[in-house]
């Protein structure tokens, strides 16, 4: 692979807002100079701001932006490089080998606790699902659902 001379469409927009200097640039000129569309221009001024810090004023005339200008030059020539970083490659750990025996076994626990507290069930991650033991469906009569109503000032 061959390094690539090409500069980053970030460096392109902080050096065309450097350029600008205390007049600034209108977003038209930005958009068409860096062959941009205005929405992704909005998306790399963002990016400006808040990857690298830049400072950057919109002047306006009501709504409507007339102009662009970056304030902290210095400080943004430091962090905004023409080129990309490298990648880095992570390279993954080869898996763990399972445990002898049964792969889907079920580990269960019962820890007795000291006090009138209930034995909890304690189990081991191994892809199962816990069930509740108490699955009981409590029913609720005509009577029940009234007199719900009536306190709640339904019916």
């Keep these: 692979m061959s390094k690539s001379t090409k500069s980053t469409k970030y460096f392109d927009l902080f050096s065309a ?3 600008g200097g205390e007049k600034g640039v209108s977003p038209e000129s930005l958009a068409k100079t860096l062959d941009f569309s205005m929405g992704s221009l909005a998306v790399y001024i963002h990016a400006l701001r ?3 810090g830049a400072v950057i004023e919109s002047v306006r005339n009501g709504r409507t932006v007339t102009a662009y200008r970056l304030t902290n030059i210095a400080e943004c020539e430091k962090s905004i490089s023409p080129n990309r970083k490298p990648r880095t490659l992570k390279v993954k750990a ?14 269960t626990k019962t820890v007795k606790s000291k006090g009138k507290k209930s034995p909890r069930v304690v189990s081991i991650d191994d892809g199962s ?3 509740l ?8 009569t005509d009577a029940d659902l009234s007199d719900i109503k009536s306190q709640l000032g339904i019916g």
């Design 94 to 107: 080869a898996p763990k080998k399972p445990l002898t025996g049964s792969p889907m076994r079920n580990v």
């Design 50 to 52: 808040h990857k690298f």
């Design 129 to 131: 699902v816990p069930v």
């Design 133 to 140: 033991e108490d699955m009981s469906i409590t029913e609720y």
């Design 17 to 19: 807002l450097k350029a």
